[in-house]
């Protein structure tokens, strides 16, 4: 009624019963890795045939997954970028994909994001220790975007490069919740409604569908998304980064590429994302623009003069694309949210691609 979507099918108050592990795709393979609080799960893609990129040794991918997703999330990308010759990694967080689950209420109302970036930092050790010590090129989805950011800023561990795709901005997710909300009208009743369970906005496909998905995906494919989102998500977790938790000029060091010529970071969006909307992704780029060009004047990173004064802009078929200032800031034309599984999936890759070839 009137798009309510008030439904109890998909909510759960229960750790998953344990089942067979889903079977993955050929050419991927799942590890755990063990964590003080138990394993979580990383899955690997082997590089088939040469690297076809100008590194003799790539660096490796390693994919952070956003709130009620995993390593799952994804796999398309894992296979599109092994079979280009690139190594490539993703996690699943606490309480997420196959890793060890909390109970409902340690994962709701005990789990910080801090213990989450704990999670994250593991998988990047285990995954570089694999590698020989090579620092990989981290990707971050949406809160894991936000975890991301919050490890190279807090100093945790180096990488080659960082990619934000549809991130929790540094500056805090508070308007990403409004952005929510006026989405939802109904957000907070149905919450009333479904005794403050945290997956209660993506209590029902189609709300998960409005939040995440461009118009052009399939009812079929959102309700086999629906079917692996996570029992229940920690609440801690969007709350620690509703503000400000992120020092750019602490963060911006921890990416190592040598690059004077070049973007440390990329930033990609969808262009029909309804919660990391343009405008504040833009201002995302914005942010760590301004602290690159006063880390270089300070001569605290490398650059040359048209790096630091210049940005290009690049609108080729309405893209809005722009580059410059150590930021590369895509779009990805029409995709929502989870742009990494909308049907436009290819296009945010090919531009991953091409910001890991400049790194």
């Known amino acids: 009624m009137f798009n309510f979507h008030l439904s ?14 889903p079977r993955l795709p050929d050419g991927v393979e799942r590890f755990f890795v063990q964590t003080a609080g138990g394993d979580v799960e990383v899955l690997y ?22 709130g009620m997703g995993g390593a799952w999330v994804w796999l398309e990308y894992l296979e599109y970028f092994s079979a280009r010759g690139i190594p490539c990694y993703a996690v699943s967080l606490r309480g997420h994909g196959n890793s060890w689950y909390p109970s409902f209420l340690h994962m709701v109302y005990g789990t910080t994001k801090r213990m989450l970036a704990d999670d994250l930092v593991a998988g990047i050790r285990w995954a570089q220790e694999r590698e020989s010590g090579n620092d990989v090129v981290l990707v971050g989805h949406s809160s894991g975007g936000g975890l991301s950011q919050l490890i190279l800023s807090e100093q945790d561990v180096k990488v080659k490069g960082l990619a934000l795709v549809a991130a929790v901005p540094g500056f805090g997710s508070f308007r990403v919740y409004v952005n929510w909300w006026l989405l939802d009208p109904w957000f907070t009743l149905r919450m009333v409604f479904h005794g403050w369970h945290p997956n209660s906005p993506l209590s029902h496909p189609a709300l998960t569908k409005r939040a995440f998905f461009s118009e052009h995906v399939t009812d079929d494919l959102v309700r086999r998304f629906q079917q692996r989102i996570n029992a229940y998500e920690s609440f801690l977790w969007p709350l620690g980064i509703g503000y400000s938790f992120v020092n750019p000029h602490k963060m ?37 623009r301004a602290a690159f060009v006063s ?28 580059t410059g200032q150590g930021v590369r800031l895509c779009v990805v034309p029409g995709a929502g949210h989870h742009l990494q599984n909308d049907v436009q999936w290819e296009v945010g890759a090919q531009k991953l691609l091409t910001f890991y070839e400049q790194l």
């Not at 690297?51 to 790539?58: D, M, R």
């Not at 001569?299 to 790096?307: C, I, P, Y």
Request: hydrophobic share 35%.
């Open 295 to 322: 880390l270089s004047r300070q001569r605290k990173l490398d650059a040359v003069g048209d790096e630091i004064n210049s940005i290009s802009e690049d609108s080729e078929e309405g893209q809005q694309d722009t």
């Open 252 to 288: 911006l060091p921890q990416i190592t590429s040598n690059r004077a010529i070049g973007q440390r970071i990329l930033i990609l969006c969808g262009g029909a994302d309804k919660l990391m909307t343009l405008p504040v992704m833009t201002r995302l780029a914005d942010m760590y």
């Open 45 to 66: 893609a082997k590089p088939k045939g040469p690297a076809k990129t100008s590194q003799l040794h790539p660096h490796p991918l390693f994919f952070a997954h956003g």
């Open 8 to 21: 109890y099918q998909w909510l759960h108050w229960r750790r998953p019963v344990s089942r067979p592990l």
